[in-house]
């Protein structure tokens, strides 16, 4: 049996060396940055993503890394009642296709039902295949909740033609 990725955030001697989980992602640990992380901006930057509203306030974001320290990405969350956005996704380069994407997007789902949140909504103009695989169903605008679609990332940062997608979150 290995711990999950929340467990191990409970233990006073946690591993510190790398492994997958049964569910095939590796175990991954977060820390809260600020907003106005440069290397969070940086980062999303480089990945063509917004960095307009990081430093506004009602917004969480985590810098995530290996249990042995290895720096591997980024992710923000906003909460909005019932409702998350996970927002601000990136995996660094030198970290791609090794799964911590998904580890990051399970990391953040978990932290979004921890603060009450029972769905996960994100938009995304690239990854909609790829959070298809990860359990989100594209959804069409109309049918988000308001606080979601007033968000900024839905009313300015992206694009018109970005892809809504929704999961539902459960233990």
Known sequence: CRPSDVVLDLLPDAPLSDFVKDDGEPALRDRPIAGDEPALAAALSQAGLPIDDLGEPDRAFFAYSTLSGRLVGYA???????DALLRSLVVLPEARDQGFGGAMVARQCRRAFDLGARRAWTLTTSAADWLAKK????????DAPAAILATRQAVSLCPSSATLLMRKIRL
């Open 76 to 82: 923000g969350l906003e909460i909005h009642g019932r």
């Open 135 to 142: 359990g989100f169903t594209r959804v069409e605008r109309a």
